[in-house]
């Protein structure tokens, strides 16, 4: 009997081991990193292993299931901002958070039954882009706008940070040329580009950002002291309330790009005068005709 009873044990294990080999399914992703921490020693690097990926924080990573014989896929991610379904559910388009770990799990469907495959992502630092520009940009709707007049040069410095990784790679890009520079100059501008930047560091992660230079019409004119224009550039100026009791205001102008007003007699006399604002007060002006210098 007992002989019997180890003959039906082995042979019911052996048809479950079969079972389970013929539903394999392992995780791929398109990223790999072999990541190098300055806080640690540099001769044992954050890498891939069996149970673990890596990936950047912030950033979009693919991921397949890799499977001979599978007809149904179900995903599941924890520590992400959300996903997509890509290649016919086969994989998935993950947009990761900015947390320390994530978890990527998929089950699948065979003929034979089901089995999944469970991967934890270690989420990595991402660097943090930064740069200033000479001439100064202006922020419209994400991009760095940069107005120059036609054939001035334009100076990028990068001012990117990191906390626990080093920055190893540079990029910049415009229809001027490519340079994998710290920082970046484009001299003598007769055409309008954008200019793409990107920082990455050693673990691979990158980030980037956008500017956009634009020409203002005419060409660069020099007046003095009075500063920089670009001759045949038009504006109107505005000056509110006309006539008033109280106080002016000059319209059409930033309040940062007026250097003075001063308020000027018919005879000529300087009587006001103000600075670094576009408004004037004129409740001690006896009523009268003046004329406004800005």
Known sequence: MKRILFLIVFTITTLLVNAQSDCNVFITSN?????????????????????????????????????????LYTWTVIGAYGYNLINGGKGISVSWGNGNIGKVTVQVITPNGACEAIKNITLLEKPEINSSSLPNYRLENGIKIIEICLGETVIFTNESTTSNTDLVGHYWESIYGKASSENYTLENIMQE?????????NCGCEDEEKYEIRILEGQKLELSCYGTVCEGAEGTLYLVPNPASTYVKVEGIEQDNVSEL?????????????????????????????????
């Not at 990541?35 to 640690?40: D, Q």
């Not at 950047?56 to 014989?69: F, H, T």
């Not at 580009?193 to 560091?201: G, I, P, Q, R, Y």
């Not at 007699?265 to 576009?278: F, P, S, Y």
């Open 31 to 71: 990223f790999s990193s072999r990541c190098l921490l300055t806080e640690f020693d540099k001769d044992n690097p954050l890498e891939e292993n069996s149970d673990k990926m890596l990936a950047c924080k912030g950033s979009i990573v693919e991921y397949y299931a890799e499977s001979d014989n599978a007809t």
């Open 193 to 201: 580009t954008s200019v793409l930047h990107k920082v990455v560091n």
């Open 262 to 294: 001063l308020l000027i007699d018919m005879t000529g006399k300087n009587l006001k005068k103000v600075q670094a604002t576009n408004t004037l007060d004129i409740q001690d002006v006896l009523k009268g005709t003046y004329i406004l210098r800005v």
